[in-house]
């Protein structure tokens, strides 16, 4: 039996996963883009039935999960994965310092979790981020620092990176590496198959009383028939 994935992100997460979607031969995907996370909202209010969501990050997946009713849903998790990636890449590709950085994160635990690699090495500024975070602050902060020291904006943000190009400013997307994405992709759907095995699943219960009280009782539960 196939089942039906709504993908919520942005016009290239929307690509990346389609991209991956013939790996999975049984799951009808249904792509959804916005251009603002806060756009999910909407999105996930007019959804429609399918049998799970998998949205591009933990905002977009917080602004829709008030709609979601009952609906599962996942998101791509910015683990140290993610982190260590983009570091790697803005500290070697482009030939930076760490703190030639500034970074924008929701957990920076995570971050500093890596870091303790790299005691002898001033660090980054980093910012704490979360789905009520206005952005214009993000965007300020990096703002702040790129016009003193800092060298390039590592951002989580989408619509933050946007605008700091626009404006002239350096700045990185957080880089999400496809088989991250698959990885959670497939958790989603791990967790869709589990869900439909148990609906479909029942059970046959044989039962002898002179109760009337207990008898009452039963059937009132839900049960395909009695004698």
Known sequence: ????????????????????????????????????????????????????????GSFPYAYATPYLNETIAHHVVQDETVLLTTILYATLAQKLALDELTIDVNEPERLNDIFTA?????????????????????????????????????????????QLLEEGFNSQLMIEPVSTVIHHLENLIGQVRKHLADLSQFAIVLYATTSIALREHLHTMRHQGHV
């Open 1 to 56: 039996m196939s089942i039906q994935i709504a993908i919520v992100g942005s016009s290239a997460f929307v690509a990346t996963v389609s991209h991956a979607a013939p790996k999975f031969d049984d799951v009808r995907f249904a792509y959804f883009t916005y251009t603002h996370p806060r756009e999910t909202a909407q999105i996930a209010a007019q959804l429609g039935s399918y049998d799970g969501v998998f949205f591009s």
């Open 118 to 162: 790299f005691t002898d090495l001033t660090q980054p500024a980093v910012m704490k981020i979360d789905p009520d975070v206005d952005f214009s602050d993000v965007f300020r902060f990096h703002v702040s620092h790129q016009q003193r020291d800092s060298k390039l904006a590592v951002t989580s943000i989408e619509r933050v990176h946007r």
